[in-house]
């Protein structure tokens, strides 16, 4: 899906520009008569055109030298005991990788990660308060 998606835009925008440029545009009342029509042939010819030359080359530049813009960081052989210097974990993340990096068993540490993840649905069946949701709705809140 991910990569039809794109290639049906591509489609829908050429569709889109040769009618475009092949009829023109209409009024609001549909009214298809050439003597109100602006010709604009030429200007949205040379913009549509030099967006193409743009994506062009970015296309031949990005095929031709795929790493020039990478990070050579990225090529450096890796130790499994202990994580490179250049990842840094996000702000959101980090309780994910304490629990990670505290267990040393994989298993035990994915198991106690989504334990953790789990409480908060604990939460759904806790009725210290009077609520105006369902146990249906506080579920769909949590999610």
């Known amino acids: 899906l991910h990569f039809l998606v794109p290639w049906g835009l591509l489609l829908l925008v050429m569709?889109?520009?040769v009618f475009l440029h092949e009829t023109g545009s209409t009024t609001k009342l549909y009214c298809h008569g050439d003597y109100d029509k602006v010709?604009?042939?030429p200007e949205y010819w040379v913009k549509d055109f030099l967006n193409v030359v743009v994506?062009?080359?970015?296309?031949?530049?990005?095929?031709?030298?795929?790493?020039?813009?990478?990070?050579?960081?990225?090529?450096?052989?890796?130790?499994?005991?202990m994580s490179?210097?250049?990842i840094v974990p996000e702000w959101y993340f980090l309780f994910a990788y304490?629990?990670?990096?505290?267990?040393?068993?994989?298993?035990?540490?994915?198991?106690?990660?989504?334990?953790?993840?789990?409480?908060?649905?604990v939460?759904?069946?806790?009725?210290?308060?009077?609520?105006?949701?369902?146990?249906v709705n506080k579920f769909f809140v949590f999610v």
């Open 39 to 41: 010709c604009f042939y």
């Open 98 to 121: 304490a629990i990670l990096r505290a267990i040393p068993s994989k298993v035990l540490g994915v198991v106690s990660l989504f334990s953790s993840i789990l409480v908060f649905f």
């Open 84 to 86: 490179p210097v250049h």
């Open 55 to 81: 994506w062009l080359i970015f296309v031949v530049f990005s095929l031709m030298c795929p790493f020039f813009l990478g990070d050579p960081e990225m090529f450096i052989e890796s130790d499994p005991m």
């Open 123 to 135: 939460f759904i069946l806790v009725d210290n308060y009077v609520s105006v949701l369902f146990k």
């Open 15 to 17: 569709v889109h520009l």
